[in-house]
């Protein structure tokens, strides 16, 4: 992989029940052993992949906030990298103290779109999936949203796929005929 670390808020910084800090890179799970007490003192990274994990997260001494926190380890992650979710109380301070932390133990703080890009560079999504990611996070209304959801599935690129083909093999039969 070779990656540094990137770190960010990924739900709206408002407050509500639940907030979730992303966290993806080579150094994903080792800094979130650093921060993460789980309730059964194992280490994350003992654990396998796409599993979820209950304890605390703290900063030295002093605990921030009781979380689940989410593993899935690459390539079988959106960024196809090792990525950590922070599962936590959707306060707004919580998260920005969450995030301060993970940036303390080593990651950096992710620009906009920095995932996505990451996701689209390690052939996790195509150039049209990550393009339609803001079209489905902008859409205004259900038509908007399915055909978004449709292009981010794929779908626009299978077409595209499909016509290539087509178009190949009747060049191919033309060139017989004539």
């Known amino acids: 992989m070779g990656t540094d670390t990137i770190a960010a808020i990924a739900t709206a910084m408002t407050s509500s029940g639940i907030g979730i800090v992303r966290i993806s890179g080579d150094e994903a799970v080792s800094i979130t052993d650093r921060i993460f007490e789980m309730k059964n003192q194992k280490k994350l990274e003992d654990m396998p992949t796409h599993t979820i994990h209950y304890g605390h997260i703290h900063d030295g001494d002093e605990v921030i906030d009781e979380v689940m926190v989410v593993l899935m380890r690459g390539p079988k992650s959106y960024t196809r990298e090792d990525t950590v979710e922070i599962d936590c109380h959707g306060g707004v301070y919580v998260m920005k103290r ?47 949203l399915k055909s978004s959801l449709s292009q981010l599935s794929g779908s626009v690129y299978k077409k595209k796929l499909k016509k290539s083909a087509e178009m190949f093999y009747m060049r191919l039969h033309l060139s017989k005929v004539h």
């Open 98 to 144: 969450i995030l301060e932390t993970v940036i303390k133990y080593g990651a950096r703080p992710a620009e906009p779109g920095e995932f996505t890009k990451r996701a689209f560079l390690n052939g996790r999504i195509d150039l049209s999936q990550a393009e339609s990611v803001i079209d489905v996070i902008n859409s205004k209304n259900e038509f908007a």
